[in-house]
């Protein structure tokens, strides 16, 4: 893996990041949403134990990731097919976060519309020094597809993009370096990684998004995650799609959600995780 050299107080590698992600305005798309408040960090909690157990050498950072642009299958007013979370919602979850001792990532789906333009929309909460940001490829729709018709895509001008953006609200504000989290699961979602340039300022995550039986996510971390280093990896776990059969691919075994043991099995072990 490529190393930048990395400051004092970067979270990474020195931890290993723990999120639920969702939105607490669904239950459908993810743990964050899913449970009341209290319960939901309750079971954070257990997981962040589960994690630290299997792997007393890094400490867990809890984390809470949410979708804070959500794409939309409509268009907005605008035509840009996404849903900025209210200020009301956003900082709810930031003071989750804030009062439970975990860092919060706001997530980015544009839709059609500007990762530049939706960065700027967030800058006010990531200027937070707990506040770090995660960018979905799957739902940046380049050809003007509507989301969810297609995986969409990042070049590394757009990741470039967001880490100069962090970079800059890190230098401008005397915080310590952010993480950015990209998430990824085919080929086409992040295209000439080679270009992506390091920054000590921001720690960057290629997250293995895919969801299905243990070995076949394990060969899209090695195929799209391994094979294309930029930094860090992170690894994505599913309560409920994990758990759904995959038809076309009879070697698989009987899916299951996998173990920290199974995932620190990998080669690098990821130190991100994510559980939906």
């Known amino acids: 893996m ?31 949403g899913e449970f009341p408040r209290k319960e939901m960090l309750q079971k954070l909690d257990r997981e962040a134990e589960r994690w630290q157990k299997a792997d007393p050498s890094k400490p867990i950072q809890k984390a809470l990731h949410l979708v804070a642009i959500s794409a939309q299958g409509t268009p907005q007013k605008d035509g840009k097919y996404r849903l900025r979370m209210s200020d009301k919602t956003i900082r709810k979850v930031i003071s989750w ?15 059609l519309a500007d990762l530049k333009g939706e960065m700027a929309f967030l800058e006010k909460y990531l200027k937070l ?12 729709m380049k050809t003007g597809a509507r989301p969810g018709t297609r ?58 998004d895919g969801w299905g ?39 698989h075994k009987a899916p299951h959600v996998m173990e920290p043991a199974e995932v620190l099995a990998l080669d690098p072990k990821p130190l991100y995780i994510q559980y939906q």
Do not use: W
Request: glycine letters at 6%; aromatic letters at 10%; charged letters at 20%.
């Open 213 to 251: 039986p243990p070995s076949l996510k394990i060969d899209s971390y090695r195929d799209y995650i391994v094979k294309e280093p930029v930094q860090y990896t992170g690894f994505k776990l599913f309560y409920y799609n994990d758990l759904k059969k995959v038809d076309h691919r009879s070697n």
């Open 151 to 208: 995986i969409g895509t990042y070049d590394a001008a757009d990741v470039n993009d967001a880490v100069q953006f962090l970079s800059r609200v890190v230098k401008e504000n005397n915080i310590p370096p952010k993480v950015l989290v990209v998430h990824r699961f085919t080929q086409r979602m992040v295209t000439n990684y080679k270009n992506i340039k390091l920054d000590p300022r921001v720690a960057i995550v290629i997250d293995m």
């Open 97 to 111: 976060g804030a009062q439970h001792g975990a860092i919060v990532f706001l997530d980015i789906q544009v839709g």
């Open 2 to 32: 490529q190393f930048a050299g990395t400051l004092p107080d970067t979270l990474l590698p020195k931890h290993r990041i723990l999120a639920f992600y969702g939105n607490p305005h669904s239950k459908r798309m993810g743990i964050l």
């Open 129 to 140: 020094p707990y506040v770090h940001l995660g960018i979905d490829p799957e739902f940046s």
